[in-house]
């Protein structure tokens, strides 16, 4: 069993930086690929980085250069270190893990957290 908690949102000024971090209690943690998703009002779920179990990172093109995507297995940890924040960041962020699947797609993961906010603005 997979679960995985979200934290590390909040409220940044325009430029600011966050790091946000999944920690997922599963046995399998090392197997598992893993991405971060937002979720702005009115809008889709959109895929913004993802990471495999090998630990090769994919980035949309929107944040590739701001954002970064990395793992520690020893902590069971996945995090989203983001810089130079604007407000189109603004979203709920969301982790997501699959054992076989890593993609850009919602119904490429099995397992999601529950989702922290961040919000920019100043």
């Known amino acids: 069993q997979v679960q995985l908690t979200e934290s590390g949102g909040g409220l940044v000024q325009p430029g600011g930086s966050l790091r946000l971090t999944c920690a997922d209690s599963?046995?399998?943690?090392?197997?598992?690929?893993f991405a971060w998703f937002r979720q702005a009002p009115g809008k889709e779920r959109e895929n913004v980085a993802a990471?495999?179990?090998?630990?090769?990172?994919y980035y949309v093109d929107s944040v590739r250069g701001r954002f970064s995507i990395s793992r520690d297995n020893a902590k069971n940890t996945v995090y989203l270190q983001m810089y130079n924040l604007g407000p189109e960041d603004t979203a709920v962020y969301f982790c997501?893990?699959?054992?076989?699947?890593?993609?850009?797609?919602?119904?490429?993961?099995?397992?999601w957290g529950q989702g922290t906010q961040v919000t920019v603005s100043s």
């Open positions: 997501a893990g699959d054992l076989h699947r890593v993609g850009v797609k919602v119904s490429d993961y099995d397992y």
């Open positions: 990471i495999t179990g090998g630990g090769t990172t």
């Open positions: 599963g046995r399998f943690f090392k197997s598992h690929n």
